[in-house]
């Protein structure tokens, strides 16, 4: 079981880039799914999480910017990101908990075992 991020680039500030997480070894669309990101000197920080039922949480930093959802149908998770700033920037993480068939969204980096290796997003201005 794995889980791989795509969708990353160069975006000028004000853009919009959509991440995708796509699970793979597995069908169940229900395992809750994050989003995290880091930049260089920086520790990495939740960016938004989504529940089995889909209830969905966001850092405050990305509130009303980014809108985390999930495929009807396949084991992928969504992260649509407008308004992007350059604070923005950094490598973007898909984790994935699948220890537990139902589970509320976290933002708690612990609570995810299945890591992709990342994409890059960098806003510029």
């Known amino acids: 079981m794995q889980v791989a991020e795509s969708g990353g680039g160069s975006v000028q500030v004000g853009g919009s880039l959509t991440l995708s997480c796509s699970g793979s070894?597995?069908?169940?669309?229900?395992?809750?799914t994050a989003w995290f990101r880091q930049s260089p000197g920086k520790e990495r920080e939740a960016v938004a999480s989504?529940?089995?039922?889909?209830?969905?949480r966001y850092a405050d930093v990305v509130k009303g910017r980014f809108t985390i959802s999930k495929n009807n149908t396949k084991p992928i998770v969504y992260l649509q990101m407008d308004s992007l700033k350059p604070e923005d920037t950094g490598m973007y993480f898909c984790?994935?908990?699948?220890?537990?068939?139902?589970?509320?969204?976290?933002?708690?980096?612990?609570?995810?075992?299945?890591w992709g290796q990342g994409t890059q997003v960098t806003v510029s201005s």
């Open positions: 984790a994935a908990d699948s220890s537990k068939l139902w589970a509320v969204a976290s933002l708690t980096l612990s609570d995810f075992n299945l």
């Open positions: 070894g597995y069908t169940y669309r229900g395992y809750r």
């Open positions: 989504i529940g089995t039922d889909g209830n969905t």
